[in-house]
């Protein structure tokens, strides 16, 4: 993340609890904006706005002197995408933006994503509704009903392709839980329905293409 204010970048914190993983990375929702939990310092801060910045200021004479940053953002991000809820509350998308009321504003610099591997959750409180649009470098991937099974819908950007296998890994153990096969037609595809062991709704699921 970068701040319009800040001397440097920052990394956005997403707590450990959460299950949902996008390339190895937890997923973060609009409420991922929590002052020093979620949001550490962008270095210094240079706005007059922070009362920090301009008692230094006037004690140097009205020279401006930027001061440590300690983000004031009590607001949630704006505005996150409206057809994905993690943990009830929208995803945290690229271009979305938070704002600090020192006059900053904080927009996200690189998302973390795209690097060729996506993980998803097979869990009962994990995701509402469809999981995202793409989870793995040159696929689409979304998961449907996953309180009691999951089907993943394949879009290949390879036309020519037909037939897809994933494997599916437990994050935390690498252990191998299934294979699934999708059979694809100009590219595109669903996988048979997947009915969810119970063992696997405590796990963060990973699908790595064979």
Known sequence: ?????GTGNAILVVLPERRILLDGQPQANIMDHKSMTNIPSFGLCTSLANPVVAAATAAH???????????NTTSPW?????KLLLKNFPALCMDDKLSCAWAGTITIADCGQG?????????KDGA????????FYKWDVKIADVKESVCLQVKSLNKERNSATF????????????????QLEDGEGYSDEIIVPE?????TIKAVEI
């Open 199 to 203: 063992d696997w709704e405590s796990r």
């Open 128 to 135: 509402d509704g469809e999981l995202l649009d793409k989870l």
């Open 115 to 123: 690097k060729g591997q996506g993980a998803f959750p097979l869990s």
């Open 167 to 182: 494997k599916l890994i437990d994050v935390d153990t690498d252990e191998i839980l299934k294979e699934i096969t999708v």
């Open 61 to 71: 004479h009205g020279c401006l002197t930027p001061m440590p940053c300690v983000p």
């Open 78 to 82: 704006q505005k996150g995408h409206e």
């Open 1 to 5: 993340m970068v701040c319009s204010m």
